[in-house]
């Protein structure tokens, strides 16, 4: 076909030790790209990571490719090596430390996944919250549910976060009870007010509110804060601003990759 063809020509021209080599090979690396071919496309942009050092990002991008096609075939260990060599190629590279922890959750390696998560909070803070459910997982796997709260109030009081200290309080909820649970949602609103923080609170107040015009009231209020939420995208790419509430890696706009970020904004 067309791809083969081309994939010849530039092979040879390589072979031939023409002047344009990084043209060549930068050609080569984005017919491979295309074809899902993630071996060859590293390889080629191996070669061009000399002259052309902002490429590494991307590199690391196609391991974390190769590394999911690997672990969908059953090799584990072949991935992970994928996965370190992605953050070899970029150590600030959150999507190798996310499916590095998804990896060794799925392998029953609580230890080893709850490191890989809290790697993401040096990498880019931002996305820390993506990772709060399972690294909540990997903590009670292993019976240390008070070391995860105890991390969560670390890190909301380094960098302030609506998402984390719902999940506190739901955790303590759960392990010491309503009160203490509004207590302390009740207290954070007072600095931070956010519409995600009142939801928390009409939901708290709903069940202990029996039914009547008092309850007729919250429903109304739950129904505004709810469509207030529902209006917000999930994800941005900075490149281009191309909006969406799906993580991918690879921006369906601009085709950029490992430019998406978390719409950070406390509402």
């Known amino acids: 076909g067309i791809f083969d063809l081309a994939e010849q020509v530039l092979l040879e021209m390589l072979d031939q030790d023409c002047q344009a080599k990084d043209e060549v090979c930068e050609q080569l690396m984005g017919l491979y790209e295309q074809e899902r071919d993630w071996v060859n496309a590293i390889s080629m942009g191996e070669r061009l990571l000399k002259n052309r050092a902002n490429l590494a ?7 974390c490719e190769q590394a999911e096609t ?30 590095e922890g998804d990896l060794e959750m799925a392998e029953s390696n609580w230890g080893a996944a709850i490191d890989a998560f809290q790697r993401v909070w040096n990498q880019d803070s931002d996305f820390f919250d993506e990772t709060l459910d399972r690294l909540r997982q990997c903590f009670q796997h292993q019976e240390k549910e008070e070391d995860f709260i105890q991390m969560l109030a670390d890190y909301s009081a380094e960098k302030p976060s609506t998402t ?22 009740r207290e954070y609103m007072k600095a ?13 107040s709903l069940a ?3 039914e009547g015009e ?36 690879r921006c369906p706009s601009c085709k ?12």
């Not at 584990?76 to 600030?92: H, T, V």
């Not at 931070?192 to 708290?204: A, Q």
């Not at 207030?228 to 995208?233: G, I």
């Open 214 to 249: 008092a309850r007729e009231h919250l429903d109304m209020l739950k129904q505004v804060s709810e469509k207030l939420l529902s209006d917000k995208s999930l994800y941005k790419f900075r490149r281009c601003g191309f909006e969406t509430p799906l993580m991918q890696w």
């Open 192 to 204: 931070n007010p956010s519409v995600r923080g009142l939801n928390r609170i009409i939901d708290m």
């Open 57 to 63: 990002p991307v590199l690391a991008q196609f391991c």
């Open 164 to 185: 984390r200290i719902l999940l506190l309080s739901e955790t303590l909820k759960e392990r010491y009870g309503d009160k203490e649970a509004a207590d302390f949602i």
């Open 70 to 99: 690997l672990r969908r075939d059953g090799d584990i260990n072949p991935a992970r090596r994928m996965l370190r060599r992605a953050l070899s190629f970029d150590n600030q590279c959150v999507r190798a430390s996310l499916a």
């Open 208 to 210: 202990s509110t029996a």
């Open 256 to 267: 950029r990759w490992g430019t998406i970020k978390p719409v950070v904004k406390e509402v």
